[in-house]
Structure formats: C-alpha cells, structure tokens
C-alpha cells in the first residue's frame, strides 16, 4: 500500500467557522465537532481530512495546496468570487483576482480562513503528472 497522508492538524482562532468556510469552499463536508479530539474535521476526500483546531496562541500560518480537475477549480473559483473571497495569482503577492498560467495548468491562492495560503492548482508543478481527472 502506498503511503497516504490522513489527517493534518490546522491552527486557527474559532475551529467551526474556519471548518465551515474552508469546506464552503471548496465545496467538501465538515462536521463541527470529530468523532475523537477537539477539532472541526473538513473531509477534502476519501484520502484526507483537514482537522481545525483552536487555538488562543498565536500560530504560523500555513501554506496548503490542493490539485483539483479544471472542472472542480472553475467550480471553486466561482465560490471564491460569489464570497467576496480575495485571490491572487501568486502566494504571497497583492490581491491582483488574477489566475496564474505560468506553470501548464491554472493556479490561484487565498488567505481565509485564520491567514493560511490556501493553493488550488490544476497540474503540479512539484511532479511529473497530468491533471486530476
């Protein structure tokens, strides 16, 4: 079997409304509370679950990326718009609500929920694979 990453534990400052919006989204299902610990779970997919939990001291934003099929990323775009969300074309650039095509796919980041860089790509650029089908 090969070896798949289950759960990461994200930082945040109110776990339900950082599960809620992340999963809105992207379009995915959360539950408030889990089943085992403290944490607002969101189910990315089969393979992945993003746990939120909450915390009072300051944290080190993190940076996620999610490789998705055009359809899904026209899909999550669209949400980011309808929200109001800002993007940007680069991780760390202004707000500039560009899509980056510089790397053979379609690229955009956020930062909500809690300040993290959220990424949504169409093909990877850290490995030699299509895109998601």
């Known amino acids: 079997m090969p ?30 509370n889990a089943a085992i610990g403290p944490f607002s779970p969101v189910f990315v997919s089969d393979e992945l679950t993003l746990d939120f939990d909450e915390s009072g001291d300051a944290f080190h934003p993190g940076h996620f990326c999610f490789r998705v099929s055009e359809t899904e990323f026209d ?34 980041y956020w930062s909500e929920p809690n300040e993290h860089v959220w990424e949504m790509l169409t093909v990877s650029y850290a490995r030699k694979t299509g895109p998601v089908r």
Do not use: F
């Open 3 to 32: 070896i798949v990453l289950d759960h990461l534990i994200v930082p945040s400052r109110n776990r339900v409304e950082s599960a809620k919006s992340l999963a809105g989204i992207l379009g995915v299902p959360w539950a408030e």
């Open 75 to 108: 899909a999550v775009l669209a949400r980011l718009v309808q929200r109001t969300i800002p993007y940007r074309s680069l991780p760390l650039g202004p707000v500039d609500h560009q899509v980056n095509v510089s790397l053979k796919g379609r690229i955009v």
